[in-house]
């Protein structure tokens, strides 16, 4: 009687210790977009969700993909609200230890701006365009949860195609990386009011892009690499007043280099 108790606290802790182990090599990915208006008033997209591929066994390429739905009633998001700190959940998932390395972003069909209270639609501008795909080496640590993000890119995404009627079309450019090893670039351009596309260029490269929050005039470029200096431009829409450029601007993974106000200058 003593050694099957004894038979049952064994299994019963054997158990426990596997659950807990198999949880703690689980780990958590949260996939988010964010993005801009560009030239646009706004710019929605229908989300279908994200599909996700990570290393198999042994580390290996040989993976199922694994789709991640948008869980959301309608899957249609304005990309150009999410500036600042604000994103939207594309999909989430647990998965293995390893890293995700390919990520494809699944749109639907109803896609359009507004331009001055008129709406007008987005075509794809090939099959491909609805669903790009991106190679990335995201590492997935076990027992721990990983936002990693899509920059929807605006200015280059969406082409004007002058005619008798506009068409615009739709070639989704958009920008990956992790939290867990990039940083932000934050601050506020005065005065109120004034919209202004923000960049992060490195080595003659756009490493980010965004646009100030119309209300407050704040701005977060995020997804910037550490040990870099950028160079941030600031370029208003409103032709009264000058661009600036503020140089040897450096940045720190999971802090944010606040570069505090930035006061427009009106042409002479």
Sequence with gaps: MKKAFLYTVLALFLFVSCTEDNIGNQALA???????????????????GVEVKTTGTRGSDNATPVFLPNIQGDKRVNVG????????LVGRGEFSEGAIIEMTLKLGNDNFVIVGGERLPLT??????????????????????????FDFEPFRSIQINQGPEIRLT?????????????????????????????????????????????SSGNF?????????????????????????????????IWKTTQLGNINLRLKE
């Design 30 to 48: 949260n996939i988010f977009i964010i993005g801009s208006p560009g030239e646009f008033d706004e710019v929605w997209l229908e989300i279908l």
């Design 81 to 88: 609200s999410l500036v600042g700190s604000s994103q939207f």
């Design 124 to 149: 794809f501008d090939s099959p491909a365009s609805s669903s790009p795909t991106f190679s990335v080496n995201f590492p997935l640590n076990g027992g721990i949860s990983h936002d990693l993000f």
């Design 170 to 214: 739709l070639d989704p450019v958009l920008r990956t990386f992790t939290s867990l090893n990039t940083g932000i670039v934050a601050g506020n351009v005065l005065p109120t009011g004034q919209r202004a596309a923000i960049l992060a260029v490195l080595n003659n490269q756009i490493g980010a892009s965004t646009e100030t929050i119309r």
């Design 220 to 252: 977060s470029l995020r997804g910037l690499k550490e040990d870099s200096l950028y160079q941030v431009y600031i370029f208003p829409f409103n032709n009264a007043y000058l661009p600036d450029t503020l140089d040897s601007v450096s940045v720190t």
